[in-house]
Antibody, heavy 127, light 110 residues
Framework: QVQLVESGGGLVKPGGSLRLSCAAS????????MTWIRQAPGKGLESISY????????NYADSVKGRFTISRDNAKNSLYLQMTSLRAEDTALYYC????????????????????WGHGTLVTVSS | QSVLTQPPSASGTPGQTVTISCSGS????????VSWYQQLPGTAPKLLIY???QRPSGVPDRFSGSKSGTSASLAISGLQSEDEADYYC???????????FGGGTKLTVL
């Protein structure tokens, strides 16, 4: 069965860095776009980044652009999120999710739904 | 202010049909597909509907989605107590070049 397991969260000071990982199993990882979605405590969902199946395309929300970097290692069935210059407003539960549908043309891709989600890893940015 | 607008709350009694709306614009719902998610307390979101009206395997047919113009709706028929959860719509926005979620609707089963 499909499993996504996030790790790497924790408490970090403002301005610090953290690297999140997501270990995937139960499906052909290299066939799918993958995404990171976060949820601040008591708040709604925010899609922050996606990466295409062979890393050709990436996309970032304005709130994290220039500070976060998404990557993947298909040989290790793993997804990553390198987070730098962390701010208090980055405090959230970070989910990795598998994209269900996507369409690409003229150098950009649009994501549809995400059918499998991990349980999330909590990132707390506080001094 | 979310790109996609949902009512903050909805309610119904067991057996009723409840509809949750998701309002957007030409650049998101008007041009792209809509998905819907259910988030039970303390758990990760679960995909209920993708591509406007498609249900993943395992999702009961009590859940249905529709889209018209720049709005979408999720209908839950035969409401059950276990349907009490937060519900989110999502769609790609061509102008903002990103995937956006609605603010969420908290469904209460009375």
């Amino acid at each position: 069965q499909v499993q996504l397991v996030e790790s790497g969260g924790g408490l970090v000071k403002p301005g610090g860095s953290l690297r999140l990982s997501c270990a995937a199993s139960g499906f052909t990882f290299s066939d799918y776009f993958m995404t990171w979605i976060r949820q601040a405590p008591g708040k709604g969902l925010e899609s922050i980044s996606y990466i295409s199946s062979i890393s050709t395309y990436t996309n970032y929300a304005d709130s994290v652009k220039g500070r976060f970097t998404i990557s993947r290692d298909n040989a290790k069935n793993s997804l990553y999120l390198q987070m730098t210059s962390l701010r208090a407003e980055d405090t959230a539960l970070y989910y990795c999710a598998r994209a269900t549908t996507w369409t690409c043309n003229t150098g950009t891709c649009r994501l549809g739904g995400s059918d499998y989600w991990g349980h999330g890893t909590l990132v707390t940015v506080s001094s | 202010q979310s790109v996609l607008t949902q009512p903050p709350s909805a309610s119904g009694t067991p057996g009723q049909t409840v509809t949750i709306s998701c309002s957007g614009s030409r650049s998101n719902i008007g041009s792209n597909t809509v998905s819907w998610y259910q988030q039970l307390p303390g758990t990760a979101p679960k995909l209920l509907i993708y591509t406007n009206n498609q249900r993943p395997s395992g999702v009961p047919d009590r859940f249905s989605g529709s889209k018209s113009g720049t709005s979408a709706s999720l209908a839950i028929s035969g409401l059950q107590s276990e349907d009490e959860a937060d519900y989110y719509c999502a769609a790609w926005d061509d102008s903002l070049n990103g995937l956006f979620f609605g603010g969420g609707t908290k469904l209460t089963v009375l």
